[in-house]
Nanobody, 112 residues
Framework: EVQLVESGGGVVQPGGSLRLSCVASGFIFSDERMSWVRQAPGMAPEWVSGINRRSTSSYYTDPYRGRFTIAKDNAKNTLYLQMNSLKLEDTGVYYC?????WGQGTQVTVSS
């Protein structure tokens, strides 16, 4: 059974930083491309970032490029999202995604 467990969310002021983690199990992590997806209240999910199997390529949508960094540790079966220079509009639930499988999400709230 695929399991994705996110952690690291919280409340932070604008300009602050958070690092999200996603521990994966139930599949061969090193064989899988991984993504982070954000869902704001009342909105559809929005793709944030992705990384290929061996971390040789990473991708970001424009609002996050230059501020967020995705990383994949195949030895630890863990996906990360380093979020810097956070903005109010970054608020939402962040989900780890592997194929069609999603984690339960972790809440990120950016508030002054």
């Amino acid at each position: 059974e695929v399991q994705l467990v996110e952690s690291g969310g919280g409340v932070v002021q604008p300009g602050g930083s958070l690092r999200l983690s996603c521990v994966a199990s139930g599949f061969i992590f090193s064989d899988e491309r991984m993504s982070w997806v954000r869902q704001a209240p009342g909105m559809a999910p929005e793709w944030v970032s992705g990384i290929n199997r061996r971390s040789t390529s990473s991708y970001y949508t424009d609002p996050y490029r230059g501020r967020f960094t995705i990383a994949k540790d195949n030895a630890k079966n863990t996906l990360y999202l380093q979020m810097n220079s956070l903005k109010l509009e970054d608020t939402g639930v962040y989900y780890c995604k592997a194929g069609d499988s999603w984690g339960q999400g972790t809440q990120v709230t950016v508030s002054s």
